[in-house]
């Protein structure tokens, strides 16, 4: 048994945030049926071709689904739909403002029907405020909620190089859905999770929030290094590769000075004797460090390092990341299907000691269009008549 056996999603979604969110409820066992336009689907499947001819979005988000086109403007797709959520215990919609109350599919209209079904509405600022209309993209996001603002050079700000707008409003509706099917499990009743863009990236700009407001000041742009901890970030090495490093207290910082840099008094000079001192002296700081670093290899500085147990990092790109040897120790790849054959995938982060994670095929577009239209009570001359009238349509690879 996985933990989500038994649960029905449906999932109006598309692009990032929302299908993260299902993904996740996937791995845990749920059966989740996700609604794409017919013939050309979600559009994070036309992101890009890198994958065998896949979008790499897609194959990331969209294991172990099922896919039913529809076109939801059909006039016959209101009944498909109250259909299909009359059977579901959750079902999750990302999208554009305003666009599931036209359809019929605002939380409190499926609320009155169902009163134990869990609606997750995900967007960017929400239903109300004066950006309920306005829309939202990662990018967008994370400059209005300031992330740009504090990431990047002094000279130039920077986005985040992952959709962390949409990574994190993804997390928090997957983790609402949990709470909220723990909830009925006590009480028997669903209801709505909100979650929006905004308040889910505002929520981990919490630590420059805070020390703007109380302080005056943004905390300064600066580039892969820490903006408030001294040394904490990025120095290179005498074979001109980069090694991160960080420390995080008093105590560290006198192991490191003694046993990485061999200048013990260091540790005690008035001038560097707390973060605060050496924050404002960064670039004496980064200086002295940088003339031991010079005359070691990134190996044997690494080596130096662990031996005195200071926290350090490499800086992977994404294929060394691909072949990190503590992934493939862990065993974390597993071979999953797809359209164009069997695809490397993670397991989720979070194992389960009495259950192992969902790992099924990544779905082709409409692949199970016919299959759930038939267990919904629809005939085959009513599923051919909504093929034909293009409300519907089939895999490729099949039809």
Not at 61 to 89: C, M, P, Q, Y
Not at 125 to 133: E, L, N, Q, T
Not at 226 to 249: C, E, F
């Amino acid at each position: 048994m996985r933990p989500l056996d038994g649960i029905t999603v449906v999932s109006l979604e598309q692009a990032v945030a929302a299908p993260f969110a299902t993904r996740h409820l996937a791995d845990l066992g749920a059966r989740v049926i996700k609604i794409e336009r017919p013939k050309v689907g979600d559009f994070a499947r036309d992101y890009d071709r890198t994958v065998k001819g896949m979008s790499s979005h897609f194959v990331w988000l969209n294991r172990s689904k099922e896919s039913l086109t529809l076109d939801v403007k059909h006039s016959r797709a209101g009944e498909v739909l109250s259909r299909l959520i009359a059977r579901a215990d959750v079902f999750v919609q990302n999208l554009a403002p305003g666009a599931a109350s036209r359809l019929g599919l605002a939380a409190a209209e499926l609320l009155k029907k169902q009163p134990r079904l869990i609606v997750c509405d995900i967007s960017g600022y929400g239903d109300a405020g004066p950006y309920a209309s306005k829309k939202a993209y990662d990018l967008l996001v994370q400059s209005e909620a300031g992330v740009l603002s504090v990431t990047g050079t002094p000279e130039i700000p920077s986005k985040v190089g992952i959709s962390i707008a949409d990574i994190a409003t993804g997390m928090y509706a997957y983790s609402g859905i949990l709470t909220a099917l723990y909830r009925r499990q006590a009480t028997g009743k669903g209801g709505r999770v909100e979650v929006t863009m905004l308040e889910a990236l505002g929520e981990w700009m919490g630590y420059p929030l805070y020390y703007t407001h109380f302080s005056g000041a943004a905390p300064p742009r600066t580039g892969p290094d820490h903006a408030t901890i001294v040394p904490y970030g990025r120095y290179l090495t005498g074979d001109g590769k980069s090694i991160m490093l960080g420390l995080q207290n008093e105590r560290e910082w006198a192991t490191f000075c003694d046993k990485v840099l061999g200048q013990p008094r260091l540790a005690t000079d008035g001038r560097y004797d707390t973060n605060f001192k050496r924050n404002e002296r960064r670039d004496e700081i980064t200086s002295t460090i940088n003339k031991v670093f010079s005359t070691l290899t990134a190996e044997q500085l690494v080596e130096r390092l662990d031996a005195a147990g200071i926290a350090s990092a490499r800086m992977n790109t994404p294929e060394e990341v691909w072949e990190h040897g503590q992934l493939k120790a862990r065993e974390r790849w597993r071979d999953i299907g797809s359209p164009v054959g069997e695809i490397p995938a993670l397991l989720p982060p979070a194992t389960l000691s009495d259950a192992d994670a969902r790992m099924d095929p990544i779905p082709a577009i409409g692949e199970h269009t016919e299959s759930i239209l038939s267990e919904l009570g629809f005939n085959d001359q009513e599923i051919a008549a909504l093929k034909a009238d293009e409300a519907i349509s089939f895999d490729r690879r099949k039809k």
